[in-house]
Each structure stands twice: as structure tokens, then as C-alpha cells.
């Protein structure tokens, strides 16, 4: 194991194996944060993204890491936690040079022994998933943004018919991100008959989703704060801290964005106001779910009915935080660690 040191509220000692990567003939510069292999291989992403340092990179894939592993463990698959981040170089690469690195990522894969099995995370394709596979072959090369979609919805439409009796129709939901899984939410809320705002650092993308739904768009830096019924991020994380929290103008927030508390103290803040904070990893695990039912080779029906399954997974969530005035985090943070068998919990 090697790495920086000590990453904000998780100890190096936490992680159960951190490789970092140098290639020297590619230029690769890369981590895998292989966060607990319990209950299997762990799954996780291959995310490619600029970072401003080495440190920074190893911290998220350590953090998102850990998500995984609740995410896995909540789901009630036989599968760990990882996570791995490609930091160099920058610019990011195309042609030969793209395959080299990508290659060079493969063998470090498979120095893990089937330990870690990669899949498709920000910034990196289908097409990278398969050149890695000619190095690894413990690889799942699979698209999962519709399955992540699906149960993503299941969730919303199971938290909204808890807080109101005709659910999602009439309710106005800011989806974050216009991407793959946003934009399948968005058409996924328009057919609810729900009213669905966009917004999307690349404007004419927010547009051209927001016109397929008969929706609007919301300029990227009015998200926070803007007046919705239910807020859907679906991009990057940490977006709540305590500022934000206090300027939230929404009933629930349930997304596909992974880590999207800063700290666990948000969650606090969160039931203090009344917001129905759906944990990420309780609402967005339809991905994983994928994956291991590829790898495991389940049928249709079985996977459609574990991916709907989320939205009952959410609604048990709820209702216990309710009736034992704990927050959905910790609530979902048991029923992960239950399962592992010992506490698991996300980063401060």
C-alpha cells in the first residue's frame, strides 16, 4: 500500500489496497482504491478527470471508493468497493497515445489479480474499457446509465409518494446534469407527468434535454438555491456543505451523483430543515447492480426486478429514519455495514 498520507476523514489504514501508478514508457499517471473485498471482487469505475494534484486524485478515488463499498453491500450483491482515477496527462490524449495509456492501465489491473474489476466512470469510454480488457480480464465492458436511470427513478418516484400522494405528477424536479443517466431521468420524470428542469454546464446540452421533456433550463450557477420540489444531481459531487445545505429550496434531494455530502454533518443539517435527503449510494447502485448481473449471468426479469427493488430499499430507508428521528445516512450506513459485518461509513 502507498499513498499521500492521511485523506480528510478517511485514514490511509481505512483503504484495504492503494496502488499508485507510474508508467513510464505511456506517461500514465494513475490510483486504485481497492476500499473492502468482503462479500467479493470489488467494482468500481475508471474515472479520467484534471485534478490538481497527485494527492487530490488519490484522495477522491479512496473516497469514492468507500461509496462503492456501501453501494455494493446495501445493494445485497456478492461484490466490494474500488475505484480507480487516471490524473495524467494532461490534456487528455486521443489515438495511439490514448491506447497506450489505457493499455498501461490494463496491466496494472491485472497485477490485482481479479481483485478489481473496472468499469465506466466520468471521462472515460466503452472503447477504453476494451482496450483495458485486451491486459485484464476480470473487466465488465457495459454501458450501465440506463440501469442506473432506472432504479434512480424507482427511488424518486418511492421518496416523492411518501412526501406527497400523487407522487411525482405535478412536482417540479431540477435534474443536474444532462449526461447519460440525466437525461434518461429527465424523460423518465416528463413521462411521471412531473416537470422537469435542466441544467448542465454545457448549455446547448441542458437545451436540447430540456426541449425533448418540454422542460427549462437552469443556468449552472442558480442550481443551488433555485425553488424545485425535488433536486436530482446527476454530475460531480461534494456539492453540500453547510452553506449550501442552508440555501436549498427544495423538499427532497435524490441523485446519481456519487459522494454529494461534503461531510456527514450535512445530513444533519439536512433533516433539520426538513429536506428528505436520499443517501446516493441507497439510490444510485442500478450500475453496479448491472454489472454484477452481467458477471453473474442473471436473466432480465431478475435484474429489472433488483434494479426496481431500489425504490422499495429507499422507501424502508425513509420510514425508519422517520419513526426513529435518525437521518436516511445512517440509517442506510447500517443496513451496508449489517451486511459486511462490521462498520462501514461515508468520509467526513
Not at 192 to 216: F, N
Not at 275 to 281: A, E, L, Q, T
Not at 299 to 305: F, G, L, S, V
Not at 317 to 343: F, M, N, Q, V, Y
Amino acid at each position: 500500500m502507498t499513498g499521500p498520507g492521511k485523506s480528510p476523514g478517511l485514514a490511509l489504514d481505512q483503504t484495504e489496497q492503494l496502488v499508485v501508478v507510474h508508467d513510464r514508457d505511456s506517461g500514465l499517471g494513475a490510483a486504485i482504491a481497492i476500499d473492502d473485498s468482503t462479500l467479493g471482487p470489488a467494482i468500481g469505475g475508471i474515472r479520467w478527470r484534471t485534478y490538481p494534484d497527485e494527492a487530490t486524485a488519490i484522495t477522491e478515488a479512496r473516497r469514492l471508493a468507500r461509496v462503492m463499498t456501501l453501494k455494493s453491500a446495501l445493494a445485497g450483491i456478492a461484490s466490494g468497493g474500488a475505484k480507480s482515477v487516471v490524473f495524467r496527462p494532461d490534456p487528455v490524449p486521443s489515438g495511439p497515445t490514448r491506447r497506450a495509456l489505457m493499455e498501461a492501465f490494463g496491466r496494472s489491473v491485472a497485477w490485482l489479480g481479479g481483485r478489481y474489476v473496472p468499469g465506466l466512470d466520468m471521462g472515460t469510454t466503452l472503447d477504453d474499457l476494451r482496450v483495458v480488457a485486451t491486459r485484464a480480464p476480470e473487466i465488465c465492458v457495459l454501458e450501465p446509465s440506463e440501469a442506473t436511470a432506472v432504479g434512480l427513478f424507482a427511488g424518486i418516484e418511492a421518496v416523492t409518494r411518501l412526501r406527497w400522494p400523487a407522487g411525482l405528477a405535478k412536482r417540479t424536479v431540477l435534474v443536474q446534469g444532462a449526461g447519460h443517466v440525466g437525461s434518461s431521468l429527465a424523460r423518465k420524470l416528463a413521462a411521471a407527468k412531473a416537470l422537469v428542469l435542466v441544467s448542465d454546464v454545457e448549455p446547448e446540452r441542458a437545451g436540447r434535454v430540456a426541449a425533448l421533456v418540454d422542460g427549462a433550463v437552469v443556468p449552472p450557477d442558480r442550481v443551488i438555491g433555485h425553488p424545485c420540489d425535488v433536486f436530482a444531481p446527476c454530475a460531480v459531487g461534494r456539492l453540500i456543505d453547510a452553506e449550501t445545505a442552508g440555501m436549498l429550496a427544495c423538499e427532497v434531494i435524490a441523485g446519481a451523483a456519487n459522494d454529494v455530502l461534503s461531510h456527514r454533518g450535512a445530513a444533519e443539517l439536512l433533516a433539520a430543515r426538513g429536506i428528505d435527503y436520499v443517501p446516493d449510494f441507497a439510490i444510485n447502485s442500478g450500475g453496479v447492480i448491472a454489472i454484477f448481473a452481467a458477471r453473474s449471468g442473471w436473466d432480465e426479469p431478475r435484474t429489472t426486478a433488483a434494479l426496481q427493488g431500489i425504490g422499495e430499499q429507499v422507501r424502508e430507508i425513509l420510514e425508519t429514519a422517520r419513526a426513529t428521528k435518525r437521518t436516511p445516512l445512517s440509517i442506510a450506513e447500517d443496513g451496508a455495514s449489517s451486511r459486511l459485518g462490521h462498520r462501514v461509513t461515508v468520509p467526513d
